[in-house]
């Protein structure tokens, strides 16, 4: 090999160092931002010999290549486990306020103003004419009824809120997926690694995923495709396609892309999570779309049951008895939220008393006072007293409650250890990085003083041809 040659290959070989090196700075600058997945260089050395045309033959020279350290496998663990803590946990913040409108304890609430009803009744029983033992009994009634709006209240508050976080978060989706494709366009084609743009997109797909479930594939382009539910597409490429929501059509179709696809009925993430308080518990409790709703249910039976009672008892006058509770009796799905006295009820036309061959003064108060636990065929819901159906109510939405935040907990240890696992695989090890420098740097500079010495030696071969 030549002077000239050897000064050639030399001149290369610093280069692919210096390459090497950039590309270890790169990881150091970026160890700490999202999404970024550390860089190598593949430095392959010389191995070829080639004829000049003066017949001399000469080495290849070495080449350098950047490649990055993703791993498909694991950004689709951590995406998936991402999907799924999502889930759990904005299941677990969604029914914190649902579980928090029925206290199971009688502090507060729907069973506390039973109780209070129960109570009250029992009084007026001992004293059937006292006109402030009728009184207390009549805001009794009014405290069950101001229980149940306060419920039905706290519940339709709720569900606006979910209908409006569902519409923000298909929002965010859609602003991710138009990300999602400028980041395709830009990598489309290129045939070394763009760390920075790279980076991105790890990072779009990442926050992606904790809004919904996602699955992504890599075209021979550098581009990604990426899927919700599995089905209905997000990104084709240099194509982004939106998603829209109808809540008020059927739960499995309430969700649809403009790329089409079929709905899976069904999503995780965040996304996931609030159709499925709202199309779940909150629809079970407050009904619509032809279904009465157990909040309504209990409402119902037991204001008609009081008002029956009522209505068949007299007062201390010899008259017939009023019914108590007006409600919304065109809609079984309404009765809890427009439940109220009817004013019309006063201490003098409030009935405690039982007519006919066994009449009693305190009959009618007696029955109310044992309603809310009755186990009398004739005073049940479903089957079961007021207190035990209401109960029956809060144990179901505590126990989806403290399933959903045991769930969130399992869950977010295993994003840990997805995001973990990754990193080893294509995280920045500041270690690694130091360790390698030092070896691109020593290789540097051994081949900047063989530079110096090649450059030298044909200086002086030059100065002793002349």
């Known amino acids: 090999m030549s002077l000239l040659s050897a000064l050639a290959t030399t001149s290369t070989a610093l280069q692919v160092f210096s390459t090497a090196l950039g590309a270890d700075q790169t990881n150091v600058s970026n160890s700490a931002t999202p999404g970024f997945a550390s860089v190598r260089a593949v430095i392959r050395p010389i191995t070829d010999t080639i004829t000049v045309s003066d017949g001399n033959t000469v080495s290849g020279s070495d080449t350098v290549q950047i490649q990055s350290s993703s791993n498909s ?22 029914l914190t306020p649902v579980n928090q409108a029925f206290d199971i304890t009688g502090a507060s609430g729907i069973l506390a103003a039973f109780q209070s009803f129960s109570s009250a009744f029992s009084g007026l029983s001992v004293s059937p004419g006292d006109p402030t033992l009728q009184a207390t009994a009549i805001a009794a009634a009014g405290a069950v009824a101001n229980a149940f709006r306060s419920a039905a209240a706290t519940l339709d508050s709720q569900s606006t809120s979910i209908s409006s976080q569902i519409e923000t978060t298909v929002g965010s989706i859609n602003d991710l997926s138009s990300q999602i494709r400028q980041y395709n366009v830009a990598l489309r084609g290129k045939s070394s690694a763009d760390p920075a743009t790279d980076a991105s997109l790890r990072s779009a797909l990442d926050q992606l995923s904790t809004l919904t479930d996602i699955t992504v594939t890599k075209n021979h382009d550098g581009t990604v495709n990426v899927l919700t539910g599995g089905q209905q597409p997000l990104v084709l490429g240099d194509q982004a396609y939106g998603l829209q929501a109808n809540l008020s059509a059927p739960p499995e179709n309430q969700i649809t892309s403009t790329g089409g696809g079929s709905s899976p009925g069904q999503y995780s993430g965040q996304l996931g999570a609030l159709l499925q308080v709202r199309n779940g518990p909150l629809q079970t409790l407050l009904g619509g779309n032809g279904v009465t709703g157990s909040l309504n249910q209990l409402a119902l039976g037991f204001a008609a049951r009081v008002n029956a009672v009522l209505s068949g008892g007299v007062t201390s006058s010899g008259g017939q008895g009023l019914p108590i509770f007006n409600y919304d009796a065109n ?8 439940l109220a006295t009817d004013s019309a009820v006063t201490p003098a036309t409030l009935a405690v ?18 309603l809310p636990s009755s ?17 029956s109510i809060a144990t179901g939405i505590g126990q989806q409650l403290s399933d959903a935040r045991s769930q969130a907990s399992t869950d977010a240890a295993a994003l840990t250890s997805a995001q973990s696992a990754r990193q080893q695989v294509s995280g920045v090890s500041l270690d690694t990085e130091a360790v390698s420098i030092t070896s691109y740097q020593r290789a540097y500079e051994a081949s900047a003083r063989l530079v110096s010495i090649l450059d030298q030696l044909t200086s002086d071969e030059v100065n002793l041809i002349k």
């Open 73 to 94: 496998y694991a950004d689709a663990a951590v995406q998936a486990a991402s999907s799924q803590a999502s889930n759990s946990q904005v299941s677990a913040n969604s």
């Open 353 to 370: 008393a039982t007519g006919g061959v066994s009449a009693q003064s305190n009959g009618v108060a007696n029955q109310l006072a044992a």
């Open 331 to 338: 809609s079984a799905s309404n009765v809890a939220r427009t």
């Open 375 to 391: 186990a009398a065929a004739s005073d049940q819901i479903a089957g079961q007293s007021a207190e035990n159906f209401f109960a």
